[in-house]
Nanobody
Framework: QVQLVESGGGLVQAGGSLRLSCAASGRTFSNYTMGWFRQAPGKEREFVAS????????YYTDSVKGRFTISRDNAKNTVYLQMDSLKREDTAVYYC????????????????WGQGTQVTVSS
């Protein structure tokens, strides 16, 4: 069992940056692939990025490649999403997700979710 708490959302102008954090409870954080999803108003939740539990290899949806960076600190049980060059279309509620011993990719249904943090990008 793992509990996830996101932080770092807010209001930012287009072109700006934000860093989201997700703190996880539990003693086996290193066994969890961590991911970020987002849901914009009126749209379905979509995959943004993930970082594999074993290899540490990141994976991004095409629309954020080159702008977002996912990273993890296993000593702090925390995963981060650095978001640069933000666009209005990045506006959404961002959710942290975790799954044990398997990858998180588009279409995945991770077992654990945070409550979400709002990111609003203004023009």
């Amino acid at each position: 069992q793992v509990q996830l708490v996101e932080s770092g959302g807010g209001l930012v102008q287009a072109g700006g940056s934000l860093r989201l954090s997700c703190a996880a409870s539990g003693r086996t954080f290193s066994n969890y692939t961590m991911g970020w999803f987002r849901q914009a108003p009126g749209k379905e939740r979509e995959f943004v990025a993930s970082i594999h539990w074993s290899t540490g290899v990141p994976y991004y949806t095409d629309s954020v490649k080159g702008r977002f960076t996912i990273s993890r600190d296993n000593a702090k049980n925390t995963v981060y999403l650095q978001m640069d060059s933000l666009k209005r279309e990045d506006t959404a509620v961002y959710y942290c997700a975790a799954d044990m011993l398997r990858a998180i990719v588009p279409g995945s249904s991770p077992a654990y979710w945070g409550q979400g943090t709002q990111v609003t990008v203004s023009s």
